[in-house]
Protein backbone atom coordinates (compact mmCIF):
# COMPACT_ATOMS: atom_id res chain seq x y z
CA UNK A 1 0.00 0.00 0.00
CA UNK A 2 1.48 3.29 -0.57
CA UNK A 3 0.55 6.49 0.85
CA UNK A 4 1.28 10.42 0.08
CA UNK A 5 4.66 11.74 0.71
CA UNK A 6 5.54 13.24 4.56
CA UNK A 7 6.98 16.10 2.77
CA UNK A 8 3.38 16.96 1.89
CA UNK A 9 2.84 18.42 5.34
CA UNK A 10 -0.76 19.06 5.52
CA UNK A 11 -1.73 22.25 7.69
CA UNK A 12 -4.86 20.89 8.89
CA UNK A 13 -6.49 17.24 9.56
CA UNK A 14 -9.33 17.83 7.33
CA UNK A 15 -9.84 15.47 5.16
CA UNK A 16 -12.30 17.30 2.48
CA UNK A 17 -14.91 15.40 0.72
CA UNK A 18 -16.85 18.82 -0.52
CA UNK A 19 -17.38 21.77 -0.79
CA UNK A 20 -19.91 24.46 -1.24
CA UNK A 21 -19.29 28.34 -1.30
CA UNK A 22 -16.79 29.00 1.48
CA UNK A 23 -17.52 26.06 3.31
CA UNK A 24 -15.61 22.43 3.14
CA UNK A 25 -17.25 19.68 4.44
CA UNK A 26 -15.35 16.82 5.94
CA UNK A 27 -16.58 12.53 6.09
CA UNK A 28 -18.94 13.14 9.25
CA UNK A 29 -20.25 16.09 7.23
CA UNK A 30 -18.86 18.54 9.32
CA UNK A 31 -18.45 21.89 7.86
CA UNK A 32 -15.24 24.35 8.38
CA UNK A 33 -15.29 27.34 7.25
CA UNK A 34 -12.36 28.15 4.24
CA UNK A 35 -10.81 31.00 4.76
CA UNK A 36 -7.59 29.45 2.75
CA UNK A 37 -9.64 28.90 -1.06
CA UNK A 38 -7.51 26.57 -1.38
CA UNK A 39 -4.35 29.23 -1.36
CA UNK A 40 -6.37 31.83 -3.04
CA UNK A 41 -7.71 30.02 -5.60
CA UNK A 42 -11.77 29.19 -5.44
CA UNK A 43 -12.58 32.78 -5.44
CA UNK A 44 -15.85 32.15 -6.45
CA UNK A 45 -16.33 29.63 -3.99
CA UNK A 46 -16.04 25.77 -3.51
CA UNK A 47 -17.96 24.77 -6.75
CA UNK A 48 -19.75 27.25 -8.21
CA UNK A 49 -22.85 26.25 -9.76
CA UNK A 50 -21.82 28.14 -13.51
CA UNK A 51 -18.17 26.94 -13.11
CA UNK A 52 -19.39 23.46 -12.89
CA UNK A 53 -21.80 23.52 -15.15
CA UNK A 54 -19.65 24.97 -17.39
CA UNK A 55 -16.83 22.21 -16.97
CA UNK A 56 -19.19 20.12 -16.87
CA UNK A 57 -20.59 20.76 -20.35
CA UNK A 58 -17.00 20.94 -21.97
CA UNK A 59 -16.29 17.38 -20.91
CA UNK A 60 -18.69 16.32 -22.79
CA UNK A 61 -17.50 17.98 -25.76
CA UNK A 62 -13.98 18.14 -25.66
CA UNK A 63 -11.31 17.55 -23.00
CA UNK A 64 -8.29 18.10 -24.76
CA UNK A 65 -6.86 19.98 -27.90
CA UNK A 66 -3.22 20.75 -28.05
CA UNK A 67 -2.88 24.75 -28.84
CA UNK A 68 0.33 24.17 -31.16
CA UNK A 69 -1.58 21.72 -33.01
CA UNK A 70 -5.55 23.14 -33.02
CA UNK A 71 -7.46 26.06 -31.75
CA UNK A 72 -10.37 25.66 -29.48
CA UNK A 73 -13.40 27.53 -28.84
CA UNK A 74 -12.92 27.98 -24.77
CA UNK A 75 -9.29 28.76 -25.84
CA UNK A 76 -10.43 31.65 -28.34
CA UNK A 77 -13.01 33.13 -26.52
CA UNK A 78 -11.38 33.00 -22.96
CA UNK A 79 -8.40 35.23 -24.83
CA UNK A 80 -10.92 37.73 -25.47
CA UNK A 81 -13.00 37.98 -22.37
CA UNK A 82 -8.81 38.47 -20.67
CA UNK A 83 -8.61 41.25 -23.10
CA UNK A 84 -11.07 42.97 -21.38
CA UNK A 85 -9.66 43.04 -18.13
CA UNK A 86 -6.00 43.21 -18.77
CA UNK A 87 -4.53 46.60 -19.02
CA UNK A 88 -4.11 48.46 -22.28
CA UNK A 89 -1.88 47.27 -24.25
CA UNK A 90 -1.35 43.61 -23.09
CA UNK A 91 -3.36 42.06 -25.92
CA UNK A 92 -1.17 38.76 -26.20
CA UNK A 93 -1.55 36.12 -23.63
CA UNK A 94 0.08 32.70 -23.36
CA UNK A 95 -1.37 29.66 -21.41
CA UNK A 96 -0.20 26.91 -19.23
CA UNK A 97 -0.91 25.13 -15.66
CA UNK A 98 0.32 26.76 -13.01
CA UNK A 99 2.06 29.57 -11.49
CA UNK A 100 5.17 28.63 -11.00
CA UNK A 101 5.63 27.68 -15.31
CA UNK A 102 4.12 30.93 -15.86
CA UNK A 103 6.53 32.68 -14.13
CA UNK A 104 8.92 30.96 -16.02
CA UNK A 105 7.51 31.96 -19.38
CA UNK A 106 7.55 35.58 -18.21
CA UNK A 107 11.04 35.25 -17.32
CA UNK A 108 12.02 33.40 -20.49
CA UNK A 109 10.17 36.23 -22.65
CA UNK A 110 12.16 38.63 -20.64
CA UNK A 111 15.41 36.90 -21.03
CA UNK A 112 14.78 36.61 -24.87
CA UNK A 113 13.19 39.73 -26.17
CA UNK A 114 16.13 41.56 -24.27
CA UNK A 115 18.88 39.30 -25.30
CA UNK A 116 20.22 39.83 -21.63
CA UNK A 117 20.79 37.12 -19.54
CA UNK A 118 19.75 39.02 -15.30
CA UNK A 119 16.55 39.10 -13.35
CA UNK A 120 16.22 41.36 -10.73
CA UNK A 121 13.82 40.21 -8.05
CA UNK A 122 13.14 41.08 -4.62
CA UNK A 123 13.41 40.32 -0.96
CA UNK A 124 10.86 37.92 0.59
CA UNK A 125 9.48 37.57 -2.80
CA UNK A 126 7.59 33.85 -3.74
CA UNK A 127 8.14 33.03 -7.67
CA UNK A 128 7.09 29.03 -7.41
CA UNK A 129 9.35 25.79 -6.80
CA UNK A 130 10.40 24.99 -9.93
CA UNK A 131 14.16 25.52 -10.69
CA UNK A 132 14.12 29.29 -12.22
CA UNK A 133 11.09 30.67 -10.25
CA UNK A 134 12.83 29.06 -7.01
CA UNK A 135 15.78 30.85 -7.92
CA UNK A 136 13.79 34.39 -7.93
CA UNK A 137 12.21 33.05 -4.28
CA UNK A 138 13.45 34.27 -1.32
CA UNK A 139 10.05 34.29 1.06
CA UNK A 140 11.60 31.35 3.54
CA UNK A 141 15.00 29.29 2.55
CA UNK A 142 12.38 25.80 2.66
CA UNK A 143 11.87 26.94 -1.36
CA UNK A 144 15.65 27.09 -1.89
CA UNK A 145 17.92 24.60 -0.35
CA UNK A 146 19.02 21.53 -0.93
CA UNK A 147 18.96 21.17 -4.22
CA UNK A 148 21.11 23.97 -5.82
CA UNK A 149 23.11 24.75 -8.28
CA UNK A 150 19.80 27.32 -8.61
CA UNK A 151 19.30 29.43 -11.83
CA UNK A 152 22.42 32.00 -12.22
CA UNK A 153 21.71 35.53 -12.97
CA UNK A 154 19.22 36.45 -10.21
CA UNK A 155 20.31 39.76 -8.93
CA UNK A 156 18.03 40.56 -5.24
CA UNK A 157 17.20 43.97 -4.19
CA UNK A 158 15.54 45.32 -0.87
CA UNK A 159 11.31 45.12 -1.43
CA UNK A 160 10.06 48.25 0.76
CA UNK A 161 8.40 46.24 4.18
CA UNK A 162 8.09 48.64 6.42
CA UNK A 163 7.31 46.83 9.33
CA UNK A 164 10.36 44.47 8.85
CA UNK A 165 12.78 47.44 8.66
CA UNK A 166 10.32 49.68 10.90
CA UNK A 167 10.46 52.59 8.66
CA UNK A 168 7.55 54.74 7.25
CA UNK A 169 6.77 54.06 3.58
CA UNK A 170 8.46 56.56 2.42
CA UNK A 171 11.95 56.10 4.02
CA UNK A 172 11.24 52.48 3.35
CA UNK A 173 10.63 53.12 -0.78
CA UNK A 174 13.99 55.23 -0.85
CA UNK A 175 15.92 52.66 0.89
CA UNK A 176 14.54 50.56 -1.79
CA UNK A 177 15.24 52.30 -4.20
CA UNK A 178 18.67 53.63 -3.68
CA UNK A 179 20.01 50.00 -3.40
CA UNK A 180 18.12 48.83 -6.38
CA UNK A 181 20.47 51.83 -8.07
CA UNK A 182 23.29 50.59 -6.70
CA UNK A 183 22.58 47.03 -7.40
CA UNK A 184 21.90 48.01 -11.05
CA UNK A 185 25.57 50.05 -10.73
CA UNK A 186 27.23 46.90 -9.92
CA UNK A 187 26.15 43.61 -9.66
CA UNK A 188 23.85 43.64 -12.79
CA UNK A 189 24.29 46.67 -15.01
CA UNK A 190 21.06 47.47 -16.92
CA UNK A 191 22.86 46.24 -20.10
CA UNK A 192 23.05 42.89 -18.72
CA UNK A 193 19.30 43.27 -16.81
CA UNK A 194 16.46 41.61 -18.58
CA UNK A 195 13.73 41.98 -16.12
CA UNK A 196 12.73 43.45 -12.53
CA UNK A 197 10.43 40.74 -11.25
CA UNK A 198 7.83 41.52 -8.46
CA UNK A 199 4.51 41.08 -6.53
CA UNK A 200 2.16 43.48 -5.66
CA UNK A 201 1.30 42.13 -2.78
CA UNK A 202 4.95 40.06 -1.02
CA UNK A 203 2.13 36.47 -0.79
CA UNK A 204 4.34 33.86 0.54
CA UNK A 205 6.63 36.29 2.13
CA UNK A 206 4.02 37.82 4.37
CA UNK A 207 1.28 39.60 2.96
CA UNK A 208 3.10 42.68 2.51
CA UNK A 209 1.40 45.31 0.06
CA UNK A 210 4.37 47.41 -2.33
CA UNK A 211 2.90 50.91 -3.07
CA UNK A 212 2.79 53.52 -5.22
CA UNK A 213 6.44 55.28 -5.35
CA UNK A 214 7.79 51.88 -5.23
CA UNK A 215 5.82 50.90 -8.46
CA UNK A 216 6.83 54.00 -9.99
CA UNK A 217 10.54 53.71 -9.22
CA UNK A 218 10.59 50.70 -10.86
CA UNK A 219 8.57 51.52 -13.72
CA UNK A 220 10.82 54.43 -14.23
CA UNK A 221 13.85 52.39 -13.83
CA UNK A 222 12.59 49.80 -16.39
CA UNK A 223 11.43 52.24 -18.94
CA UNK A 224 15.49 54.87 -18.29
CA UNK A 225 17.25 50.98 -18.75
CA UNK A 226 15.21 49.12 -21.69
CA UNK A 227 14.41 46.81 -18.71
CA UNK A 228 11.03 44.58 -18.79
CA UNK A 229 8.66 45.13 -15.52
CA UNK A 230 6.72 41.41 -14.77
CA UNK A 231 4.36 42.32 -12.49
CA UNK A 232 3.44 38.69 -10.68
CA UNK A 233 -0.10 38.45 -10.03
CA UNK A 234 -0.19 35.24 -9.12
CA UNK A 235 -2.10 35.49 -6.08
CA UNK A 236 -3.36 39.28 -6.23
CA UNK A 237 -4.83 39.01 -9.51
CA UNK A 238 -8.67 38.65 -10.56
CA UNK A 239 -9.86 41.03 -7.49
CA UNK A 240 -8.10 39.29 -4.65
CA UNK A 241 -6.94 42.65 -3.26
CA UNK A 242 -10.35 44.51 -3.75
CA UNK A 243 -9.74 45.90 -7.50
CA UNK A 244 -8.96 43.28 -10.34
CA UNK A 245 -5.44 43.81 -9.97
CA UNK A 246 -3.25 44.16 -7.50
CA UNK A 247 -1.20 46.71 -9.02
CA UNK A 248 -4.19 48.86 -9.83
CA UNK A 249 -3.94 49.93 -5.92
CA UNK A 250 -0.32 51.43 -7.15
CA UNK A 251 -0.38 53.11 -10.48
CA UNK A 252 1.69 49.48 -11.39
CA UNK A 253 2.46 49.34 -15.42
CA UNK A 254 3.49 45.81 -16.04
CA UNK A 255 5.22 45.19 -19.28
CA UNK A 256 4.65 41.19 -18.26
CA UNK A 257 1.62 40.21 -16.23
CA UNK A 258 1.40 36.59 -14.38
CA UNK A 259 -1.81 34.98 -13.47
CA UNK A 260 -2.83 31.80 -11.82
CA UNK A 261 -4.99 30.88 -8.80
CA UNK A 262 -8.23 33.12 -9.21
CA UNK A 263 -8.18 32.69 -13.00
CA UNK A 264 -9.82 29.24 -13.35
CA UNK A 265 -11.98 28.66 -9.67
CA UNK A 266 -9.66 25.50 -9.09
CA UNK A 267 -8.81 24.23 -12.61
CA UNK A 268 -5.21 24.13 -13.38
CA UNK A 269 -4.34 27.08 -15.87
CA UNK A 270 -2.13 29.89 -16.08
CA UNK A 271 -1.21 32.66 -18.11
CA UNK A 272 1.01 35.05 -19.30
CA UNK A 273 0.02 38.75 -21.38
CA UNK A 274 2.22 41.38 -23.14
CA UNK A 275 2.40 43.16 -25.93
CA UNK A 276 1.60 40.90 -29.37
CA UNK A 277 5.03 42.98 -29.85
CA UNK A 278 6.66 41.97 -27.11
CA UNK A 279 5.43 38.39 -27.19
CA UNK A 280 6.34 38.33 -30.72
CA UNK A 281 10.02 37.99 -29.81
CA UNK A 282 10.05 34.57 -28.03
CA UNK A 283 11.97 32.53 -30.41
CA UNK A 284 9.55 29.84 -31.82
CA UNK A 285 9.11 26.81 -30.05
CA UNK A 286 10.65 28.09 -27.10
CA UNK A 287 6.88 28.32 -25.01
CA UNK A 288 4.81 25.85 -24.50
CA UNK A 289 3.49 22.57 -23.18
CA UNK A 290 0.85 19.46 -23.24
CA UNK A 291 -1.98 20.79 -20.89
CA UNK A 292 -1.64 24.58 -21.36
CA UNK A 293 -4.83 25.84 -22.26
CA UNK A 294 -6.69 23.08 -21.31
CA UNK A 295 -10.23 23.10 -22.43
CA UNK A 296 -11.86 22.07 -19.79
CA UNK A 297 -10.15 24.89 -17.48
CA UNK A 298 -10.53 27.54 -19.79
CA UNK A 299 -14.54 26.81 -19.96
CA UNK A 300 -14.28 26.88 -16.10
CA UNK A 301 -12.32 30.17 -16.65
CA UNK A 302 -14.71 32.16 -18.67
CA UNK A 303 -17.85 31.02 -16.03
CA UNK A 304 -15.08 32.58 -13.69
CA UNK A 305 -14.94 35.77 -15.06
CA UNK A 306 -18.67 35.66 -15.48
CA UNK A 307 -19.00 35.34 -12.08
CA UNK A 308 -16.51 37.39 -10.75
CA UNK A 309 -18.84 40.46 -13.28
CA UNK A 310 -22.19 39.21 -12.29
CA UNK A 311 -21.66 39.14 -8.53
CA UNK A 312 -19.59 41.85 -8.15
CA UNK A 313 -17.04 39.81 -6.64
CA UNK A 314 -13.82 42.38 -6.39
CA UNK A 315 -16.34 45.01 -5.18
CA UNK A 316 -17.36 42.21 -2.55
CA UNK A 317 -13.73 41.59 -2.13
CA UNK A 318 -13.31 45.71 -0.77
CA UNK A 319 -16.28 45.88 1.18
CA UNK A 320 -15.65 42.43 3.20
CA UNK A 321 -12.43 42.97 3.17
CA UNK A 322 -12.45 46.35 5.07
CA UNK A 323 -15.14 44.68 7.38
CA UNK A 324 -12.40 41.48 8.12
CA UNK A 325 -9.94 44.37 8.78
CA UNK A 326 -11.57 46.39 10.52
CA UNK A 327 -12.57 43.14 13.28
CA UNK A 328 -8.59 41.93 12.85
CA UNK A 329 -7.53 45.29 14.61
CA UNK A 330 -9.85 45.15 17.00
CA UNK A 331 -8.63 41.80 18.16
CA UNK A 332 -5.41 42.85 17.74
CA UNK A 333 -5.51 45.99 20.05
CA UNK A 334 -6.39 43.35 22.69
CA UNK A 335 -3.16 41.63 22.18
CA UNK A 336 -0.25 44.08 21.80
CA UNK A 337 3.25 43.43 21.77
CA UNK A 338 4.44 42.96 25.69
CA UNK A 339 7.01 41.23 27.42
CA UNK A 340 5.30 37.85 26.06
CA UNK A 341 4.94 39.43 22.82
CA UNK A 342 1.97 39.59 21.22
CA UNK A 343 0.42 40.89 17.44
CA UNK A 344 3.12 43.36 15.43
CA UNK A 345 0.43 43.75 12.66
CA UNK A 346 -2.40 43.66 10.90
CA UNK A 347 -1.84 44.13 7.35
CA UNK A 348 -2.86 43.54 3.39
CA UNK A 349 -5.30 44.34 0.97
CA UNK A 350 -9.37 43.52 0.25
CA UNK A 351 -9.43 39.80 1.28
CA UNK A 352 -5.77 38.86 1.70
CA UNK A 353 -5.03 39.80 5.42
CA UNK A 354 -1.69 38.59 7.15
CA UNK A 355 -1.79 39.03 10.92
CA UNK A 356 2.26 38.37 12.35
CA UNK A 357 3.13 37.66 15.40
CA UNK A 358 6.16 38.32 17.40
CA UNK A 359 7.98 37.55 20.46
CA UNK A 360 8.66 40.35 23.34
CA UNK A 361 11.57 41.40 21.84
CA UNK A 362 9.62 42.04 18.19
CA UNK A 363 11.33 38.82 16.43
CA UNK A 364 9.16 36.69 14.33
CA UNK A 365 6.82 34.13 16.43
CA UNK A 366 6.04 31.09 14.29
CA UNK A 367 5.78 29.06 17.25
CA UNK A 368 2.73 31.00 18.16
CA UNK A 369 1.16 31.87 15.14
CA UNK A 370 0.80 27.82 14.55
CA UNK A 371 -0.58 26.94 18.24
CA UNK A 372 -3.39 30.18 16.96
CA UNK A 373 -3.44 28.46 13.93
CA UNK A 374 -4.24 25.06 15.08
CA UNK A 375 -6.80 26.59 17.32
CA UNK A 376 -8.39 28.17 14.62
CA UNK A 377 -8.58 24.21 13.01
CA UNK A 378 -10.10 23.10 15.84
CA UNK A 379 -12.93 25.38 15.87
CA UNK A 380 -13.67 24.60 12.44
CA UNK A 381 -11.75 27.79 10.89
CA UNK A 382 -9.01 26.72 8.01
CA UNK A 383 -5.95 29.71 7.59
CA UNK A 384 -2.69 29.48 6.24
CA UNK A 385 0.69 30.54 7.84
CA UNK A 386 3.81 32.52 5.74
CA UNK A 387 6.52 34.56 5.82
CA UNK A 388 9.93 33.59 7.15
CA UNK A 389 9.43 31.63 9.69
CA UNK A 390 5.74 31.16 9.61
CA UNK A 391 5.09 33.72 11.84
CA UNK A 392 2.16 35.42 10.31
CA UNK A 393 -1.57 33.74 9.86
CA UNK A 394 -3.41 34.52 6.99
CA UNK A 395 -6.72 34.79 5.80
CA UNK A 396 -7.69 34.25 2.15
CA UNK A 397 -11.39 33.60 1.94
CA UNK A 398 -13.13 32.82 -1.07
CA UNK A 399 -14.40 36.02 -2.48
CA UNK A 400 -18.30 35.36 -2.64
CA UNK A 401 -17.83 35.31 1.39
CA UNK A 402 -20.71 37.11 2.93
CA UNK A 403 -20.89 39.81 5.94
CA UNK A 404 -22.25 36.93 8.11
CA UNK A 405 -19.42 34.62 6.97
CA UNK A 406 -16.79 37.53 8.01
CA UNK A 407 -18.37 37.68 11.12
CA UNK A 408 -18.35 34.04 12.11
CA UNK A 409 -14.75 34.16 10.77
CA UNK A 410 -13.53 36.94 13.21
CA UNK A 411 -15.86 35.48 15.96
CA UNK A 412 -13.84 31.58 15.62
CA UNK A 413 -10.22 34.05 15.49
CA UNK A 414 -11.16 36.16 18.80
CA UNK A 415 -11.36 32.95 20.42
CA UNK A 416 -8.69 30.98 19.09
CA UNK A 417 -5.90 33.90 19.39
N1 LIG B 1 3.76 33.48 -7.78
C1 LIG B 1 3.09 33.82 -6.67
C2 LIG B 1 2.97 35.27 -6.31
C3 LIG B 1 2.48 32.84 -5.88
O1 LIG B 1 1.82 33.20 -4.77
C4 LIG B 1 2.61 31.49 -6.27
C5 LIG B 1 2.00 30.41 -5.46
O2 LIG B 1 1.63 30.58 -4.33
C6 LIG B 1 3.34 31.18 -7.42
C7 LIG B 1 3.90 32.19 -8.17
C8 LIG B 1 3.54 29.75 -7.86
O3 LIG B 1 2.33 29.20 -8.26
P1 LIG B 1 2.14 27.62 -8.32
O4 LIG B 1 2.13 27.11 -6.93
O5 LIG B 1 0.82 27.45 -9.03
O6 LIG B 1 3.25 27.07 -9.14
Known amino acids: MSALSPVLKQATPVLAERGEGVHLYDESGQAHLDFTAGIGVTSTGHCHPKVVAAAQEQVGKLIHGQYTTVMHKPLRTLSE ?34 GRP ?28 GYGPLMSGVALAPFPNCFYYGWDEETA ?9 QLLATVTTPADTAAFIVEPVLGEGGYVPANTAFLRGLRERADRHGILLIIDEVQTGFGRTGKFWGHDHFDGKPDIIVTAKGLASGFPLSAIAASKELMARAWPGSQGGTYGGNAVACAAAIATLDVIQEEKLVENSAERGEQLFAG ?28 EFV ?39 PLVVNGEEIDEGLRLWRESV
Do not use: W
Not at 173 to 181: C, G, I, P, S, V
Open 81 to 114: RLGEVLPNGLDSLFFVNSGSEAVEAAMRLAKQAT
Open 328 to 355: LREVAESYPVGGQGGIGDVRGLGLMAGI
Open 173 to 181: TKFALRELD
Open 118 to 145: NIVAFQGGFHGRTLAAASMTTSATKFRS
Open 359 to 397: TGDGSPDGATAARVHAAASERRLLLLTCGTQGQVVRMIP
